[in-house]
């Protein structure tokens, strides 16, 4: 069951996520936003591999693990918090429902 979640579960947040952030994001910039996520998510994996490796040394394998695990569950706690949970329509300005001096012709 946990290989299911594990494989099952990032597939259905990407393609969230990363739809959020195209709707919200203005095409000129939504390259350098893409390059900012995937440099902090993947960016960041080494120095969690070193923080586990350090504490699995000092610690316990077992409480280096409970300790992992707590910080993964910390990350789905904010999420379940987020007000993004409730989010069922984009807000009005990523719509494009307002106008910009751009968008007017004279």
């Known amino acids: 069951m946990a290989q299911v979640l594990r494989g099952t579960g990032p597939s259905l947040y990407s393609v969230n996520q990363q739809t959020l952030r195209q709707a919200l994001i203005t095409p000129a910039l939504l390259s350098r936003a893409n390059a900012t996520w995937r440099f ?5 994996q080494p120095l969690g591999a070193l923080l586990g490796g350090l504490l699995g040394s000092a610690l316990s394998l077992r409480t280096t693990l409970v300790i992992g695990s707590g910080v993964m569950l910390l990350g789905t706690a904010i999420a379940c918090a987020s007000p993004l949970r409730s989010l069922r329509e984009l807000p009005a300005q990523a719509r494009g429902d307002e106008s910009t001096p751009s968008d007017v012709t004279t």
């Open 40 to 44: 902090l998510v993947y960016g960041t």
